[in-house]
């Protein structure tokens, strides 16, 4: 059974629709858990505790939006990943809340740029945008800090996820949270932004 199983969602077949690949393996991992398997998004079988629960399978399979709500995530990585975390898509959810992210520092500040050159136009020693008053020594070592930051979460997170292949670059549940944290941490610093030129 997990032969076909595999077969039928091999991540091959579902090149051009993802969602619907996301979806059916959701489902088809509810079903799996009370046998102690999963199918992970690299297409391949891994051991997970049994469920004995039809709860414990609902908790499992919300668990991500669960865990992020529970951590107080900032809203606007709901707003930008809320598909892939109701189905658990560590990858994407990482992708499309980075790309949230550099979309509100844009928005915000009024550029057009991406990546590591709009954190340079944004939050350089001249910056457009700052998260304190900028004026004493620490207020700048502390601006300097968050804008290498954000500069890490795009060098380390943000281009890997767009440019590897996602059977190339797995994601925990544990490392997907912990850079939604990051993340939500950033969006919380920008809440008290002010633009200064």
């Not at 969602?19 to 079903?31: A, G, Y």
């Not at 993340?183 to 920008?190: D, F, N, P, T």
């Amino acid at each position: 059974i997990l032969r076909f199983i595999g077969y039928a969602l091999a991540p091959s077949r579902y090149i051009k629709n993802e969602e619907e690949f996301e979806r059916i393996r959701s489902e088809v991992n509810q079903q799996l858990a009370f046998v102690g398997y999963e199918l992970a998004e690299s297409g391949k079988f891994r051991e997970i505790a049994v469920a004995s629960t039809i709860s414990d399978v609902q908790i499992k399979a919300n668990n991500l939006k669960q865990e992020v709500e529970q951590r107080k995530g900032h809203s606007e990585i709901i707003k930008y990943c809320k598909a892939e975390l109701l189905v658990n898509n560590y990858f994407h959810a990482v992708l499309e809340a980075n790309k949230g992210l550099f979309q509100r520092i844009r928005d915000l500040s009024g550029m057009k740029t991406d990546g590591n050159k709009l954190i340079e136009e944004v939050f350089s020693k001249n910056p457009i945008l700052i998260i304190n008053n900028f004026q004493t020594s620490s207020e700048k070592n502390e601006h300097e800090g968050f804008c290498s930051l954000l500069k890490g979460l795009c060098s380390m997170f943000r281009n890997p996820t767009a440019h590897e292949p996602k059977v190339d670059w797995e994601i925990s549940e544990q490392d997907a949270l912990e850079i939604l944290g990051i993340i939500s941490y950033c969006h919380r610093r920008l809440d008290n932004y002010q633009k200064i030129r």
